[in-house]
């Protein structure tokens, strides 16, 4: 690149001395040469920057350092450390964690085997035989033994009386009360296994929330608030059960009413009948 | 050779001299378009002191923007190793979520236990009013007063009872299909319930930390609304209780009336006599 200027430049000045020599007068010489100054002049780029424009740029490239980039270094520096500070000491204390999961620790050991005990302290109270078979049928949490109930809430309360024996209202009543007796222990007996199930999963959202970290913790209060929805759902079923046997009691003891008012009108008439014969 | 070139430079000389103007012209010009000459790194003084001023700010980068980065990068390291170690650390957030599985399992067994058929009746009206109680089917409801009444009987004609025996059989029917209805509604919502707290353990499973307080501010959503229903269930069986009670107050009231009528009777029976 350099080399063609330096070959054009020579060639250039030689077409112009060539010119200027052979030139006929002085003036015209010396017009020429004026022309080519000027023209030289105008078209010469600006002088290179001096010496004095260097350093004055170094300087400023080091006052920006020094001055603008330091600054907001160590700003930005000291606000990261007061995240970390903030963090450590505020949000998430590294001690209150340790201690919080000593905490459940503590309190699995404390309170988790008494309240089984509690819970699992015997109960039964019947002495002879068929009362103490239903007991126990009815208070072992199974569910895949519906057959013997049955018969062991027969063999206690008897069964319902034959067609010949009595009333077809009072067989039928008789057979609804047994059949939402029955449902009512059928949905303890599954109430109580659901009740074992969600023991079970208390100690275990427990034992997981002693280990837990702060990131790891929301998933165990979702899940046990989620568990929470579904023990409501069973209370509510256990009340729905509930509201049927009372409303059944209600309603045999109001058909005994409505019975009782038809007797009542029968034996009216039988009385009345009977004055008139006397 | 050197015979020729002599007389050009005599002539040359000559025509130099005869020419003074345009030669001086012709340097002038020379001397001003001469392109310029390149600058050598040594002996500019110019190179010199660029390469100490650069010297000096990149002394100053390192020290300044490095080190003060060097820092900001400590801390930050600091930060995140604290973030994974203490707050979030990988290894327990997949052990939470394992046991959300595994509870998920449990429920899944809960559910089924909710499921379990239950019926006992063994006769006919017994048996369809059972299965209307049973269904967990809120479309149902339009057809339990017509079982209760086929197995209970309906309120006694005014031929049949008085009125204020009337107004208590009736009363007391109400309250009794009340409560049966509402135990249907109940199990129905129970269900509902149930499926969707399943839903929300499931997507706990694929939550993240930062999406899972989300998630349980649902299931806090549900639990309010499950203990809504709850407290809808309790005030029906307080309802039955209260009906239950008002109607046992009601005989006592009934027995009192009658008495006082079968006294008036009686004394009339005997001044007849």
């Known amino acids: 690149m350099r080399l063609a200027v330096y070959v054009g430049y020579l060639t250039l000045f030689s077409l112009f001395a060539w010119f200027v020599t052979n030139l006929g007068r002085r003036r015209q010489v010396v017009a020429a040469v004026i022309a080519a100054l000027l023209l030289i002049h105008l078209a010469a780029p600006p002088p290179a920057a001096a010496q004095g424009g260097l350093i004055a740029a170094v300087q400023a490239v080091l006052k920006v350092i020094n001055g603008a980039i330091e600054i907001a270094l160590n700003g930005i520096n000291n606000v990261r450390a007061a995240v970390r500070n903030l963090y450590r000491s505020v949000a998430w204390p590294v001690e209150l964690i340790a201690q919080a999961r000593a905490e459940a620790l503590q309190m699995i050991g404390q309170y988790r085997n008494l309240m089984a005990s509690i819970l699992n302290v015997n109960l039964k109270s019947a002495t002879l035989p068929a009362p103490r078979a239903l007991e126990s049928l009815i208070r072992d949490h199974r569910i895949n033994n519906f057959t013997s109930l049955g018969q062991a809430f027969a063999n206690t309360y008897r069964a319902i009386p034959a067609p010949a024996d009595a009333s077809p209202e009072d067989r039928a009543m008789a057979d609804m009360d047994d059949a939402l007796v029955l449902d009512n222990l059928k949905t303890l007996k599954a109430a109580d296994g659901a009740t074992d199930l969600e023991l079970q999963a208390a100690d275990s959202v427990e034992n997981a929330a002693s280990q837990a970290a702060p990131g790891s913790a929301p998933f165990l209060t979702a899940a046990a608030t989620a568990s929470s929805v579904r023990s409501q759902a069973l209370t509510q079923k256990m009340l729905a059960a509930e509201l049927r046997q009372e409303a059944a009691r209600m309603a045999h003891r109001n058909e005994l009413r409505k019975r009782g008012a038809t007797f009542t009108l029968q034996l009216r008439g039988v009385l009345i009948n009977l004055l008139q014969h006397n | ?273």
């Open chain 2, 1 to 273: 050779m050197r015979k020729r070139i002599l007389p050009i430079l005599k002539r040359s000389v000559a025509w130099t001299r005869n020419h003074k103007l345009r030669m001086v012209g012709l340097v002038l010009i020379l001397v001003a378009t001469m392109p310029d000459a390149g600058k050598g790194q040594f002996l500019d003084p110019c190179c010199a002191m660029l390469a100490a001023g650069l010297t000096t700010i990149s002394n100053r980068l390192n020290n300044v923007v490095g080190g003060g980065l060097n820092t900001i990068l400590s801390v930050d390291k600091s930060i995140s190793d604290f973030e994974q170690q203490v707050v979030w650390p990988q290894g327990l957030i997949s052990q939470a979520r394992a046991l959300v599985g595994s509870l998920e399992g449990t429920f899944h067994q809960i559910q089924a236990l909710t499921q379990i058929k239950v019926n006992s009746a063994t006769l006919p009206g017994s048996q369809q009013l059972e299965q209307n109680l049973l269904s967990r089917n809120p479309s149902q409801i339009v057809q339990t007063t017509a079982a209760y009444n086929a197995l209970y009987g309906t309120v006694p004609s005014a031929t049949d009872a008085s009125s204020e025996l009337r107004d208590l059989v009736d009363m007391t029917d109400a309250a009794a299909q009340t409560a049966m209805k509402r135990a249907i509604e109940i199990d129905s919502l129970a269900d509902l319930e149930l499926e969707a707290a399943g839903q929300i353990t499931q997507s706990v499973q694929n939550a993240a930390p930062g999406s899972a307080p989300i998630l349980e501010a649902q299931a806090d959503a549900w639990l309010i609304r499950a203990n809504a229903y709850t407290q809808a269930a309790t005030a029906d069986l307080m309802r039955l209780d209260a009906v239950d009670l008002a109607d046992s107050s009601a005989e006592l009231k009934m027995g009192a009336s009658s008495t006082a009528n079968l006294r008036q009777g009686l004394i009339n029976l005997l001044e007849h006599n």
